[in-house]
């Protein structure tokens, strides 16, 4: 079955940098593409970024964009979410995300909290 394992969240001050790891199992992981999203307190999910099945595309949504690198590896089956200049509104669940055929698969999530 798939899943989805997410790893690296932790507390933090605005400035740092912080890397997210998701690990993936039960499909074939360099065949489709693969994002992050998060989710805040009382804020629906979002998409952060998303990359391509050889990441050679990669989305970014405007509030991240020059400040979060998506990258894979897709011989340790790995997809990563480096986080440079964080700021308190990066504050969330950071979920990973698997588009399979038209069928989406989530995480757990790993929490990244961003002190001012």
């Known amino acids: 079955q798939v899943q989805l394992v997410e790893s690296g969240g932790r507390l933090v001050h605005a400035g740092d940098s912080l890397k997210l790891s998701c690990a993936a199992s039960?499909?074939?992981?360099?065949?489709?593409?693969m994002g992050w999203f998060r989710q805040a307190p009382g804020k629906e999910r979002e998409i952060v970024a998303a990359?391509?099945?050889?990441?050679?595309?990669?989305y970014y949504s405007d509030s991240v964009k020059g400040r979060f690198t998506i990258s894979r590896d897709n011989a340790k089956n790995t997809v990563y979410l480096q986080m440079n200049s964080l700021k308190p509104e990066d504050t969330g669940v950071y979920v990973c995300?698997?588009?399979?055929?038209?069928?989406?698969?989530w995480g757990q999530g790993t929490q990244v909290t961003v002190s001012s």
């Open positions: 995300n698997a588009n399979i055929l038209s069928r989406q698969y």
């Open positions: 990359t391509s099945w050889n990441g050679g595309h990669a």
């Open positions: 039960g499909f074939t992981f360099s065949s489709y593409s």
